[in-house]
């Protein structure tokens, strides 16, 4: 099974609008909506809705994204899981729920979209800060939660959506080593781009994790925190990490894809030296630490507030973490593999400023 991302522009209604002229009021009145006008839209939405899928379902070639993904399927011979990503507007959603009601009832391809989640907010082309901002930076994040951290087996369609894209997807896949393809609308050949892994400095990240971390999150007064760090945030606007907007600093969104890879290959969080020695002689805590306390939406289902610690308790067994966040990176200040041992630690003292000052940087 292979993991199809997929860009959804708006070809379907232009390919529409070619043969048939009956959405075209409804169509160029919301053309220009953003997602948030959603609810505004339904009625013109709904009158657009049936007759192009109508039309669609009989018509393989509807749109660039349905041409892609069927050509893709007989190309590779096994079952595809698509992820539809859209952008902050209402066409790209309605196009988007469009082409999963379409393929439905078609064997072998199982599309995958939810609006709350494959919407992705700030991604348009009428404000280019906040497309730089916001907008790229979910994608990016969006596409590495559908991946989970494994990317051998998923492919990147670019056919639609923002040609803007395309830069930063490219970027993506090679930097993940993994697959790309692409149909021109006007033929029938599904390209191939092959994996050409490019080299990243790992050594930068993992030596400057703590800046980038605070990037990740943004600098507001970024002139007074480069004065405080000069030579650090330098070398990292030297390498394209940092993104400038007036005053305010974030990682760019090449440093975001390159981050993200980075922090795939391991598990990174800050602890104090003692609690690191404990860690290597506890294996269960070892396992879970890799197994399900760097998934973040499974570290926060298993997280209970206990007076003023967050404690990561893994459920029907005795292994409780004891943790904090703060910008961006993990503080881990306490493990236990004894249950009795970790509810008399609830009624300790956090002293974050202390721990944060004696953690250092580790990797599992």
């Known amino acids: 099974m292979k993991k199809i991302i997929t860009t959804v522009g708006t070809s379907i209604f232009n390919n529409y609008l070619v043969e048939f002229d009956d959405i075209k009021n409804h169509y160029t009145s919301i053309e220009k909506m953003r ?212 005053n305010w600093a974030f990682l760019s969104p090449i440093g975001t894809i390159f981050f993200e890879s980075f922090k795939s290959q391991h598990c990174f969080f800050y602890c104090p030296n003692d609690v690191w020695e404990e860690i290597q002689v506890q294996k269960d805590i070892k396992r879970i630490l890799k197994e399900k306390f760097f998934n973040e939406n499974i570290r926060n289902s298993k997280t209970e507030i206990k007076q003023n610690h967050k404690v990561f308790d893994d459920g029907d067994n005795n292994n409780r973490i004891y943790y904090f966040e703060e910008n961006s990176c993990l503080y881990i200040y306490k493990t236990f593999e004894d249950e009795e041992a970790a509810q008399k630690f609830i009624s300790t003292k956090l002293d974050k400023g202390k721990i944060i000052n004696n953690s250092v940087l580790r990797r599992l």
Not at 39 to 58: H, Q
Not at 190 to 206: A, C, N, R, S, V
């Open 35 to 246: 997602h948030s006008k959603w609810n505004e839209c339904k009625d013109r939405v709904e009158k657009i809705r049936k007759p192009v899928t109508e039309w669609a379902k009989e018509n393989q070639e509807a749109s660039a994204e349905i041409k892609t993904i069927l050509k893709l399927y007989q190309s590779v011979k096994e079952n595809l899981d698509v992820y539809l990503l859209a952008t902050d507007t209402v066409t790209s959603r309605l196009a988007s729920e469009i082409i999963k009601d379409i393929f439905s009832d078609i064997e072998g391809i199982k599309i995958f979209f939810n609006p709350d989640q494959y919407v992705i907010y700030g991604l348009q082309v009428e404000n280019y800060d906040e497309f730089v901002k916001t907008g790229i930076h979910d994608f990016i994040r969006r596409v590495n939660s559908i991946a989970g951290g494994f990317f051998t087996n998923v492919v990147f369609n670019i056919t639609g959506g923002y040609k803007g894209l395309i830069p930063f997807m490219t970027i993506m896949a090679q930097a993940n080593n993994c697959d790309m393809v692409y149909i021109f609308e006007e033929s029938d050949n599904l390209i191939e781009i092959p994996k050409t892994p490019i080299t990243i400095d790992y050594q930068l990240f993992e030596k400057r994790f703590k800046e980038i971390a605070v990037l990740e999150e943004g600098i507001e007064d970024y002139k007074e925190a480069k004065q405080r760090n000069y030579e650090v945030f330098s070398e990292l606007e030297s390498k394209g990490i940092v993104e400038i907007m007036d």
